[in-house]
């Protein structure tokens, strides 16, 4: 393999290593269902990126005729988006599993609890590109599912941070070709 195609494909690994960029103004919406044996409770979470850096989000939660349940603006430094998903008033709380494929899709697992009336449920998340996609649990007579429903981003990046992999693409793509021809391959 010469040099030039080994600095490309490692300019591709590191660029694949670099999370998700989200945007400013990009909104999440997340379907959530809560079973108890005799009731059924559905909630709807809307996570708005405020800004990317350090990474603010508003999160409102409502019932599905709009009654708001939960607003509240936050600042997140986590590896994936959202770090903050409130259940029966508490967070859940996560950590990382490792990286599982489902339907052609690498996503990201991790593994935690939520607390419902006092039941600890053991949950299962699933990021996809540092956004979480589901995430499910039960426990005796009582379910979690929620799922990302929507996703809105914006076509272009919204600071010159977001612009870092494709520069970094860019740079390396042009040193391989000078050493390419310095050394006569081209």
Known sequence: ?????????????????TPTALSQGSSYILD???????????????????????????????????SPVLNGTYTDSSRCFPNYIPIDGENVSMKYKGQVQ???????EFVGDAYVRGEQIPIDAYFLGGVLFK???SYENITI???????NTQSKPSSS????????????????IVIMIKLGKI
């Open 102 to 108: 489902i339907d052609g899709n690498t996503y990201q």
């Open 32 to 66: 959530a269902t809560i079973a108890d044996g005799t009731s059924l409770f559905s909630y709807t979470y809307n996570y708005t990126v405020e800004k990317t850096n350090p990474l603010v989000y508003s999160l409102q939660v409502s019932t599905p005729n709009g």
């Open 145 to 151: 599912n929620m799922i990302n429903i929507s996703v």
């Open 161 to 176: 941070i977001d612009y870092v992999p494709i520069i970094v693409v860019a740079v390396v793509i042009v040193l391989a």
């Open 1 to 17: 393999m010469n040099v030039g195609l080994s600095l490309i494909l490692l300019a591709i690994f590191l660029v694949s290593l």
């Open 135 to 137: 995430l499910n649990g």
